[in-house]
């Protein structure tokens, strides 16, 4: 459910760009993540689950999404990085910080903000299988469906993106709009 909204007024929170739309308003992410949760905690109905933030961009979806799963579990974050000090990907993917929560024989939920390209995903899922979970699956906000080379199917997703630049609810342009309660796309 896209919407091509304007804001009303100029949100202060963007220091001053424009928004060209946006794409999912504070009312269908609740939505969304609350339908998620349940879809999660019916699918994981026994187990130690762990929800796997990957930093930056999944936490405030994460911090949401775990409010709504109805069941025990644990909560941890990774970073990688596929950059380095440089602004072109190497292609190589390195994690920055290690979960600190065993990770064998857990049911592993890896929660992502978006899918584009599908590299970092495929590093981090071929990473995480050789620490020998019970199951290991991926959630995410949302999805592009442009990844050719994504060998890992995304079990949960919240909203099927458009090929925008989007920012807002955890994502981000430059370190800024992150704390946007919605989702939009700049002009």
């Known amino acids: 459910m896209t919407s091509s909204l304007r804001p009303k007024a100029a949100d202060p929170r963007l220091s001053g760009r424009a928004v060209k739309r946006i794409a999912f308003d504070e009312d269908a992410i609740a ?5 998620l949760g349940r879809e999660i905690t019916s699918a994981y109905t026994d187990g130690d689950l762990l929800v ?3 930093l930056k961009g999944s936490f405030i979806f ?4 775990v409010r709504q799963i109805s ?5 941890d974050f990774l970073v990688a990085s596929s950059y380095g000090d ?3 990907s190497r292609g190589t993917v390195n994690l920055v910080y290690d979960p600190e ?4 024989g857990k049911d592993i939920l890896l929660v992502e903000d978006i899918v584009d390209s599908g590299r970092t995903l495929n590093r981090l899922m071929t990473i995480l299988q050789e620490r020998k979970p019970r199951s290991l699956e ?3 906000l949302l999805h592009k ?5 994504l060998t890992y199917d995304t079990k949960f997703v919240g909203f099927d993106a458009p090929n925008e630049f989007l920012v807002g609810y955890g994502l981000d342009h430059a370190e800024n709009f992150r704390h946007l309660p919605y989702i939009a796309s700049l002009q």
């Not at 069941?71 to 909560?75: A, G, I, K, W």
């Not at 469906?145 to 080379?149: E, F, L, M, S, V």
């Open 31 to 35: 939505r969304r993540v609350g339908e």
């Open 52 to 54: 796997l933030g990957l």
């Open 62 to 65: 994460l911090s949401d999404l």
């Open 71 to 75: 069941r025990p579990l644990q909560v």
């Open 86 to 88: 440089g602004t072109v």
């Open 101 to 104: 929560t065993r990770l064998e």
């Open 138 to 140: 991926i959630c995410a």
């Open 145 to 149: 469906r442009i990844a050719k080379d």
